[in-house]
């Protein structure tokens, strides 16, 4: 296909026009009508194809492209005066404010595409990519979800909102997207003004891993030029002041995932050396921080999974477990499966024996664990304080605690859940050796 004339202005977008080469004897007594597809006759132009071919192609390099593109009529052979003189049925058709005659200025023709296409008051191709993730705003498909999801109205008013010099707090219950948004926040945060510095803060080094990754998914998806020298995470350290550290003193905008599992004394720290920074905390329940703003999100993404609780005797609690988790391998891998403890005594004397009779390595996730040196391709064992942002099909809880609340620990299963509860941990025991055999 060959288009006859193009134009791309940064700031405003695209305009291209198809030559005709009617004059003014061939149109002085002729009329013109809008294309019908219905009529046999072949239609005189081609606007509508070209049209769709450039989109296309827009589409090849950047997805769900959103360039404006305007049409218009190149007539090399008519002068704008005879045009006036057509059939009124010309005039109702074409706005001359479409056309392009022979006897046009580059001034005058100039002026119709600036008309066409209103000035950008930020440069196109910035505008063009948020446009992308916040007309779009799809959040990456997952098993659950293989077409994707689209972000709220709740969701999409944070990401509207330009904040400075603030302190404002993210409400939410568990998987009502607060990751997901501070995802696209901080992309936004970045493509508005690449020289400034974002830290996003999180309880676990693997919770901002599994951020950073979902970042360079979504960037590379949307082919998006991102200055990654300009992120930087932190997961707080006990021993440590985050005040002090360099990307903190450094940060424009400060934002904490599942801030609710920090420290109290780490927030109030945040908040309290925060100065000009925007500081955004995305919080539960459990803690009420300071904030001149707040948004709360009442969507719910994760449907509602079946879970069962179990009562068991203190010394039957691990054999109760490795029925469980027989029963569900059969028809589950085990890199599907993690195990979560409130004592974290259990979780260590239970991994050999575990490991022992499924014939595994059972990973335990640790304060330190990183995905740049292990992964999380075998069974795992974890305390639920160490599992932010990690989402698991089946997921184990053995807890001695009646009364504990188990949301945060089911939240991290997509499909099953199996609460296993002993009634008196002093009696809790892992025998010495186990005698089962896959056919008891």
């Known amino acids: 296909m060959t288009i006859d004339l193009l134009f791309f202005f940064p700031e405003r977008g695209l305009c291209f026009a198809e030559r005709l080469d009617w004059d003014f004897d061939a149109l002085e007594n002729a009329t013109i009508e809008r294309f019908n597809r219905s009529r046999k006759s072949p239609a005189a132009t081609r606007l509508e194809s070209t049209h769709a071919a450039i989109h296309q192609k827009l589409e090849e390099i950047h997805p769900f492209d959103t360039t404006a593109c305007e049409r218009f009529i190149w007539m090399p052979r008519l002068r704008e005066d005879e045009f006036d003189r057509l059939d009124s049925s010309f005039h109702q058709l074409l706005s001359k404010d479409r056309v392009i005659f022979c006897d046009s200025t580059q001034e005058s023709i100039l002026a119709k595409f600036y008309c066409a296409l209103p000035l950008c008051i930020e440069p196109y191709p910035i505008l063009k990519i948020i446009g992308s993730l916040q007309s779009h705003t799809l959040i990456l498909p997952t098993p659950e979800n293989p077409y994707g999801q689209f972000l709220s109205e709740e969701q999409r008013a944070l990401l509207d909102n330009d904040f400075s010099n603030t302190t404002t707090t993210l409400f939410g219950e568990h998987n009502s997207g607060k990751s997901a948004l501070i995802v696209r926040k901080a992309l936004l945060l970045l493509l508005k003004n690449p020289k400034q510095k974002i830290l996003i803060v999180t309880p676990t080094r693997i919770a901002g891993e599994i951020l950073r990754n979902e970042i360079v998914s979504i960037a590379e998806y949307g082919v998006l030029n991102i200055q990654y020298a300009s992120l930087h995470f932190y997961a707080p350290d006990k021993n440590g002041k985050i005040e002090e550290s360099e990307v903190f003193q450094s940060a424009s905008s400060v934002l904490c995932d599942d801030a ?81 403890f409130n004592d974290i005594t259990l979780l260590k004397s239970y991994k050999e024996k575990i490991d022992e009779y499924f014939g595994v390595n059972s990973r335990v996730l640790t304060p330190s664990f990183s995905l740049q040196y292990q992964n999380l391709d075998t069974l795992l064992l974890a305390t639920p304080d160490l599992t932010s942002g990690i989402h698991i099909p089946h997921v184990f809880l053995l807890t001695s605690d009646e009364t504990d609340n188990y949301t945060y620990a089911l939240s991290r299963a997509s499909e099953t859940a199996t609460i296993i509860s002993f009634s008196n941990p002093l009696e809790q025991d892992v025998p010495q050796s186990i005698h089962l055999t896959q056919e008891s």
């Open 260 to 340: 609710y599992l920090l420290d109290k004394t780490i927030l109030d720290a945040l908040i309290a050396h925060r100065g000009e920074r925007w500081l955004l905390l995305s919080m539960h329940n459990h803690y009420l921080p300071f904030s001149t703003s707040s948004f709360i999100l009442h969507n719910h993404y994760q449907k509602n999974i079946p879970f069962k609780k179990i009562s068991s005797g203190g010394k039957e609690a691990f054999m109760t477990l490795i029925m469980e988790l027989r029963t569900l391998l059969q028809t589950a891998t085990a890199e599907t499966v993690m195990i979560l």
